[in-house]
């Protein structure tokens, strides 16, 4: 008895059971080390979370300090904060500081590629 598999969009599923070895050890020889999937795993879960989609969005057209992004998104500046932690230490952000008050911008043009690309992505197959 053959059991068809369906993806999510009603496609038929390969049910075959050959295996092409000569690809399937090319295509591993190409792919990133284990570590490196892992942690951008781990980097694309922060983009999975709409705040800070939201911040990484407002910090694309300027530098902001935390005041000013808790206005814009009408939000606490604890949570702001809070989100702010999770972009810094998965260096999306950074920060600095002119007297009291933290400015915090996007770490570097790869953030907005990201970004950019996937905002372009969803725009696309609406």
Do not use: W
Not at 21 to 37: D, F, G
Not at 63 to 75: H, P, R, S, T, Y
Not at 97 to 107: C, R
């Amino acid at each position: 008895m053959s059991v068809q598999l369906f993806n999510h969009n009603n496609d038929a599923a390969c049910d075959c059971c050959v295996i092409h070895k000569k690809l399937v050890n090319q295509v591993r020889k190409s792919m990133p080390a284990e570590n490196s999937l892992l942690e951008l795993a781990d980097l694309l879960k922060v983009f999975g979370d709409s705040t800070r989609i939201r911040i990484i969005s407002a910090l694309l057209h300027a530098e902001l300090c935390v005041c000013d992004i808790a206005a814009l998104l009408g939000m606490t500046k604890s949570a702001i904060s809070h989100q702010l932690r999770a972009l810094r230490q998965t260096k999306l952000v950074k920060h600095r500081k002119a007297g009291k008050i933290v400015y915090y911008s996007l770490d570097d043009e790869h953030v907005s590629a990201i970004f950019k690309l996937g905002l372009a992505h969803v725009n696309e197959r609406r």
